[in-house]
């Protein structure tokens, strides 16, 4: 079996860690948290897309072992397309989302992202917004 890639061992160590401290978090007492975990799905993440959707995966089922916590899945690859997933208690279901993402060309759209993120906090509160991506062509301000 070929060696994993520097990249690839630091990133699976990572998630190692944040599995491992996860692990260590208790669970809310009231009420169930909500996070919006968001992905750039355009073609400059496709030679990293399977690696990334393995490990999302191991951290979606670990978050569900911890309870309390709803996920929603937010993505955007080509043009214009932006979506979300309803929010999600079960890692499989996340899983399952993920797997059905696939890479496409386009440009970065994380102010759609952040303007969903602030739509959903308005409706019900939202404790955090992952966003996980490579490249941001937007303007900064």
């Known amino acids: 079996m070929a060696q994993l890639p520097e990249s690839a061992r630091k990133a699976s160590a990572a998630v190692d860690s944040f599995l491992s401290r996860a692990a260590k978090v208790p669970a809310p007492s009231e009420g169930r948290g909500r996070l919006i975990f968001a992905l750039d799905a355009t073609m400059s993440r496709q030679p990293t897309w399977d690696?990334?959707?393995s490990l999302q995966q191991r951290m979606f089922?670990?978050?569900e072992a911890l309870g309390g916590l709803d996920v929603q899945l937010v993505y955007f690859r080509g043009l214009a397309e932006c979506r979300a997933s309803r929010?999600?208690?079960q890692g499989?279901?996340?899983a399952a989302v993920?797997?059905?993402i696939d890479c496409r060309g386009?440009?970065?759209q994380i102010e759609k992202v952040l303007r969903h993120a602030r739509d959903e906090?308005?409706?019900a509160p939202v404790g955090?917004?992952?966003f996980v991506g490579d490249a941001m062509e937007e303007n900064v301000d």
Request: net charge positive; charged share 10%; glycine share 8%.
């Open 98 to 100: 993920m797997s059905k």
């Open 51 to 53: 690696m990334a959707q």
């Open 121 to 123: 906090a308005k409706a």
């Open 128 to 130: 955090a917004l992952v």
């Open 92 to 94: 499989a279901g996340l």
């Open 106 to 108: 386009g440009n970065t």
């Open 87 to 89: 929010f999600v208690s």
């Open 61 to 63: 089922t670990e978050t």
